[in-house]
């Protein structure tokens, strides 16, 4: 997932006013149930089909469209994603009781190190000025959407009914590149973009105007191209906003320079939307302890396509188990001594687990995480290792693993053996083990007595230096508590226990509340670098606390 900046919504589920959410390394979801915390993780799943560019699937989907009466899937859809993530002003489920317009906007962070691939490549852009791109790590973009429904009547210029319509504006580095207006079927390109800077005549752009048929004209107001189609333009998930119905680029008889200008922004757009990622791994709230088939895995080599197939998947042999342990049971493969194909980073997560067992979770209990395996093979594969056991290699074999949880005496036990909060909380540290990405955890002190929900905690902070960011939706004081005073003992001797060390600017704390017009209200709560909230937390949260530690 790429790193996510912030979140901008409105019109959105129960969010009403368009509201800016800023995350950070560790960002901390509070407030009572049903109060809209989901929200945000419904938001970063709907920019990810909005912003993003499937890997394995090319196909073009529009999503946000309109025109053509004569294509029925123009009309606005009940079944969209858009249409079940929008504001309703009342009760009633049809879709005229939608709030006027809905927002979202996602801003984060790509390297443009990799703007321009195979086949294209920068020299093919003589009229930009790109030097300015050059060896930057990091640069910011805003992707942000604008949608709104227009009701057709009959004798408009279209048929009666409802369509989508999605206003877009794209900012690199802060400064807006393009952005497209359907009321005004307007589409706009900065020339003037301090890394993209068009170089060539203004004036020639303008005999573009001489070709295709007059289906779009150009003029330039300022430093601004801009493009005005006689009627809407269809606009997928490539985002390439120059594309007739058929979603394909259309031919620009004009000088180079026009076509320049396409080339590059679909270039560009083209770039973030396949590099850019938003969906967060989820932990949620319903998990359970785990059972020995969930933490039963058959491992299938790779070695050649002889072996795709599982050996017991062939036999008929197919486990029902849960699929949220699959990494820590490839993690295991990977630590066996013999298994020459193993990658640092998947057997790293075995450790990992097992370094927050022994140093934050359970730590009088000594409980660790074992497996035991057993290689499957074909009966020619067996003989031809009869001859030839010099060559033997692990890796070329299935395995079979089984994870089990060891005591401090070496003592095999079942999950269902010891308390549920081992179990709740192992998929919790599975995935801030392996995430390389953003992660959203739902309540992880679930079955924790106060003192490991605090410990949970420190897990967490030892885990900020991986990328992506560590969103927690939590109830549980005691979580927070401990980040407080890990800040305060991180400013008074940043010296001491760097895995441990935090600072505020690191932590982003959310409350979402409820109002009487079911709509939602998020308040962000500051807090210092001695550790102390800057603001006062709505309803008195925290206020038996204070009662019982002040009061007399």
Not at 147 to 157: C, Q
Not at 179 to 204: M, Q, V
Not at 453 to 458: E, G, I, K, T, V
Request: glycine fraction near 4%; charge should be negative.
């Amino acid at each position: 997932m790429s790193n996510v900046r912030k979140l901008t919504l409105g019109g959105f589920q129960t969010i009403r006013e368009p509201v800016e959410i800023h995350f950070s390394p560790l960002t901390l979801l509070f407030g009572p149930n049903s109060s809209g915390k989901s929200a945000i993780y419904d938001a970063l799943k709907l920019a990810d089909e909005l912003f993003t560019l499937p890997r394995y699937q090319r196909k073009t989907k529009e999503i946000a469209y309109s025109g053509h009466t004569w294509r029925a899937e123009d009309r606005l859809d009940e079944s969209s994603p858009i249409i079940k993530n929008w504001r309703r002003t009342s009760p009633l489920s049809s879709i005229e009781s939608l709030q006027d317009k809905m927002t979202l906007g996602v801003t984060f962070d790509v390297s443009p190190l990799n703007w321009f691939s195979y086949p294209t490549k920068p020299e093919d852009f003589p009229s930009f000025d790109l030097k300015n791109i050059e060896g930057l790590k990091t640069l910011e973009i805003s992707l942000l959407s604008t949608f709104r429904y227009v009701k057709y009547e009959e004798g408009d210029r279209y048929d009666p009914g409802l369509f989508l319509h999605r206003d877009f504006e794209l900012t690199i580095g802060r400064v807006v590149m393009a952005s497209y207006c359907s009321e005004e079927f307007l589409f706009r390109i900065n020339l003037a973009h301090p890394l993209f800077k068009y170089t060539g005549d203004h004036n020639e752009l303008l005999s573009f105007n001489l070709t295709d048929e007059r289906k779009y004209t150009i003029s330039i107001d300022k430093n601004w191209l801009d493009i005005k189609s006689s009627g809407y333009l269809l606009i997928n998930d490539y985002l390439q906003l120059w594309n007739d119905r058929q979603n394909m680029p259309f031919d620009i008889a004009a000088p180079d320079g026009a076509g320049e200008i396409q080339r590059l922004y679909n270039q560009i757009i083209g770039t973030i939307m396949k590099s850019a990622s938003f969906l967060p791994e989820l932990v949620d709230a319903s998990r359970r302890v785990p059972t020995q088939a969930d933490l039963s895995y058959n491992i299938t080599s790779d070695y050649s396509s002889e072996h795709d197939q599982s050996i017991v998947e062939s036999y008929g042999l197919t486990r029902s188990g849960d699929d949220q342990f699959k990494q820590l049971a490839v993690s295991c493969a990977m630590n066996l001594p013999d298994y020459a194909d193993k990658q640092d980073s998947e057997a790293d997560i075995l450790k990992t687990v097992n370094r927050f067992l022994s140093d934050y979770l359970f730590i009088d209990r000594g409980y660790q995480l074992g497996f035991d395996y057993a290689v499957v093979m074909k009966s020619s594969q067996y003989r031809e290792l009869a001859e030839d056991w010099e060559n033997f290699y692990l890796w070329v074999y299935e395995l079979l693993i089984k994870i089990h949880l060891l005591d401090s005496n070496g003592v095999k036990l079942d999950f269902s053996d010891v308390g549920s909060g081992l179990g709740y909380s192992l998929p919790v540290l599975i995935a801030v083990a392996e995430h390389r990405n953003s992660l959203l955890v739902q309540q992880p002190e679930l079955h924790l007595h106060p003192a490991l929900q605090a410990s949970m905690a420190d897990v967490f902070i030892d885990s900020l230096d991986n990328d992506g960011a560590l969103i927690v939706e939590t109830h549980s004081e005691h979580l927070i508590l401990r980040i407080l005073r890990r800040i305060r003992q991180s400013n008074l001797s940043p010296s001491q226990n760097h895995q441990l060390a935090i600072s505020a600017k690191q932590v982003t704390v959310l409350y979402f509340d409820s109002l009487p017009d079911s709509s939602t209200s998020i308040k962000s709560i500051r807090i210092s670098e001695g550790g102390e909230f800057l603001d006062k937390w709505p309803h008195g949260f925290f206020e038996e606390r204070d009662k019982e530690l002040f009061d007399e």
